[in-house]
């Protein structure tokens, strides 16, 4: 018996040949009056960009506005704080770490923990001249402010950390704007109910020299932030030796926990304080917001997918429109020996290749957004006469954006896959069409 084909028998082909893409690119590049593309498939191709490319630059946005206010967050001030917890001393309520110094030294023998300051903070009024402003001051080491990160590298910088000495204070530029003061200018600090006389308590003023005035692009700091040496600082509140907390900083911040859910290394700084104090990380402190930024970040995900959605229908239309037009070749080309699953294939690629170059498209335009995002803002923002980026409002000084990868191959893996899916009914439909009633039809 022999095992050739019968003559005339259609011999299979491997799916997705060389033919089928040859076919299908012919279709895509006719001309509309010989039956090619409509308008609506080019239409579907520029939304698929455009929607793309949006989604790019929402989530790089995103995921800069997250990044930027961590980094700010982290670099001025500590990782984790340590609060004294009440205590009642002959009537009145005492909120002070007396041994502040032993406490520090445990916590810094703690593994992980890289830095470690004592702190005391109050609110003070400044003044200088006919202005005035409140403000929280906060007594440090020199050397502990050098390890914060923001402050001693910040933004913008006027004089110097190092003569933060004696009677000399660095304070934030909206705070320096607001009282209309330079470095060397003098200003005066008032304590409400800070000194003891025999009608009662009364506010104690002290004259501090400005020896540094920074910018680290946070609003609620540059605006409210005042730094004394810590000597100064206890003398003049009254604080004695004590601290008011325990700041320290380390290796792994993003490791930390919160009060909900305790990590391994704040709830060892919990046990090495005991029940002196209370421990609170910078995700205590920032979660609300923090939770904020990840919430919306989801949603506008969502939201940017359904418009990427329905800019993958128009191919739906365009495909509808195209294989109606190709009636007649369908028939020729079935009836040459095409099969119905190299009909569907054909008319799939036909969608596919749009859906692949919009995508493509929209990820070199999202990308090259995101790269120039700075000069295209300032043009924007000089276009309509400044003021649209307050950082009074917005917190940051700058317009952050970060791509990343996962985000970019999310978007674009999105698209493709609604590309592909929507195509596959005007394929299969073409793929059905019987090419009898095709070519009479004609």
Same mark, same amino acid.
């Given at each position: 018996?022999?095992?050739?084909?019968?003559?005339?028998?259609?011999?299979?082909?491997?799916?997705?040949?060389?033919?089928?893409?040859?076919?299908?690119?012919?279709?895509?590049?006719?001309?509309?009056?010989?039956?090619?593309?409509?308008?609506?498939?080019?239409?579907?191709? +520029?939304?698929?960009?455009?929607?793309?490319?949006?989604?790019?630059?929402?989530?790089?946005?995103?995921?800069?506005?997250?990044?930027?206010?961590?980094?700010?967050?982290?670099?001025?001030?500590?990782?984790?704080?340590?609060?004294?917890?009440?205590?009642?001393?002959?009537?009145?309520?005492?909120?002070?770490?007396?041994?502040?110094?032993?406490?520090?030294?445990?916590?810094?023998?703690?593994?992980?923990?890289?830095?470690? #300051?004592?702190?005391?903070?109050?609110?003070?009024?400044?003044?200088?001249?006919?202005?005035?402003?409140?403000?929280?001051?906060?007594?440090?080491?020199?050397?502990?402010?050098?390890?914060?990160?923001?402050?001693?590298?910040?933004?913008?910088? #006027?004089?110097?950390?190092?003569?933060?000495?004696?009677?000399?204070?660095?304070?934030?530029?909206?705070?320096?704007?607001?009282?209309?003061?330079?470095?060397?200018?003098?200003?005066?600090? /008032?304590?409400?109910?800070?000194?003891?006389?025999?009608?009662?308590?009364?506010?104690?003023?002290?004259?501090?020299?400005?020896?540094?005035?920074?910018?680290?692009?946070?609003?609620?700091?540059?605006?409210?932030?005042?730094?004394?040496?810590?000597?100064?600082?206890?003398?003049?509140?009254?604080?004695?030796?004590? +601290?008011?907390? /325990?700041?320290?900083?380390? #290796?792994?911040?993003?490791?930390?926990?919160? !009060?909900?859910?305790?990590? +391994?290394?704040?709830?060892?700084?919990?046990? +090495?304080?005991?029940?002196?104090?209370?421990?609170?990380?910078?995700?205590?402190?920032?979660?609300?917001?923090?939770?904020?930024?990840?919430?919306?970040?989801?949603?506008?995900?969502?939201?940017?997918?359904?418009?990427?959605?329905?800019?993958?229908?128009?191919?739906?239309?365009?495909?509808?429109?195209?294989?109606?037009?190709?009636?007649?070749?369908?028939?020729?080309?079935?009836?040459?020996?095409?099969?119905?699953?190299?009909?569907?294939?054909?008319?799939?690629?036909?969608?596919?290749?749009?859906?692949?170059?919009?995508?493509?498209?929209?990820?070199?335009?999202?990308?090259?957004?995101?790269?120039?995002?700075?000069?295209?803002?300032?043009?924007?923002?000089?276009?309509?006469?400044?003021?649209?980026?307050?950082?009074?409002?917005?917190?940051?000084?700058?317009?952050?954006?970060?791509?990343?990868?996962?985000?970019?191959? !999310? #978007?674009?893996?999105?698209?493709?896959?609604?590309?592909?899916?929507?195509?596959?009914?005007?394929?299969? !439909?073409?793929?059905?069409?019987?090419?009898?009633?095709?070519? !009479?039809?004609?």
């Amino acid at each position: 018996m022999s095992g050739r084909a019968p003559e005339g028998a259609t011999r299979a082909t491997a799916p997705f040949s060389a033919h089928e893409w040859l076919i299908a690119w012919r279709f895509l590049r006719a001309r509309r009056a010989e039956g090619g593309v409509s308008a609506i498939v080019w239409y579907a191709l +520029a939304g698929i960009a455009l929607a793309v490319g949006t989604l790019i630059v929402v989530m790089a946005v995103m995921v800069g506005f997250r990044e930027e206010f961590t980094s700010r967050v982290l670099g001025a001030e500590g990782h984790v704080s340590v609060y004294p917890v009440t205590r009642w001393e002959n009537g009145r309520a005492e909120r002070a770490l007396r041994d502040a110094g032993a406490l520090a030294a445990r916590i810094a023998r703690i593994e992980g923990v890289t830095h470690v #300051a004592p702190v005391v903070e109050a609110q003070l009024l400044a003044s200088h001249g006919q202005r005035n402003a409140g403000v929280i001051a906060r007594g440090m080491r020199l050397e502990d402010l050098r390890a914060l990160p923001w402050i001693a590298r910040p933004e913008a910088a #006027a004089g110097a950390l190092d003569d933060v000495t004696g009677k000399s204070v660095a304070i934030g530029e909206g705070v320096a704007r607001e009282l209309g003061v330079r470095v060397g200018d003098e200003l005066a600090l /008032i304590l409400p109910n800070g000194l003891a006389t025999p009608f009662g308590l009364a506010p104690k003023q002290g004259i501090f020299r400005v020896a540094y005035i920074f910018r680290i692009g946070r609003a609620d700091v540059d605006r409210t932030r005042l730094y004394m040496p810590l000597e100064t600082a206890q003398d003049f509140f009254n604080r004695g030796d004590a +601290a008011d907390l /325990i700041e320290a900083q380390v #290796a792994r911040p993003h490791e930390l926990g919160s !009060r909900k859910a305790p990590g +391994a290394l704040d709830g060892a700084i919990q046990a +090495a304080v005991g029940a002196e104090g209370v421990v609170w990380t910078w995700k205590d402190a920032n979660g609300a917001f923090l939770s904020a930024l990840d919430m919306e970040r989801a949603t506008m995900f969502m939201i940017l997918s359904m418009v990427v959605l329905i800019a993958a229908l128009n191919i739906v239309s365009g495909l509808v429109m195209l294989v109606r037009n190709k009636r007649r070749d369908i028939g020729v080309l079935r009836t040459i020996g095409l099969s119905q699953g190299a009909v569907m294939r054909v008319f799939f690629l036909c969608g596919a290749g749009v859906g692949v170059a919009g995508t493509a498209i929209g990820v070199a335009l999202g990308v090259l957004f995101v790269i120039y995002i700075d000069p295209i803002f300032d043009l924007v923002n000089g276009a309509l006469g400044g003021g649209v980026w307050d950082p009074q409002v917005r917190v940051l000084s700058r317009f952050p954006a970060e791509l990343r990868l996962w985000d970019v191959s !999310r #978007a674009a893996g999105l698209a493709l896959t609604l590309s592909f899916l929507v195509t596959l009914g005007p394929a299969r !439909r073409a793929a059905r069409l019987d090419p009898v009633e095709a070519l !009479r039809d004609e």
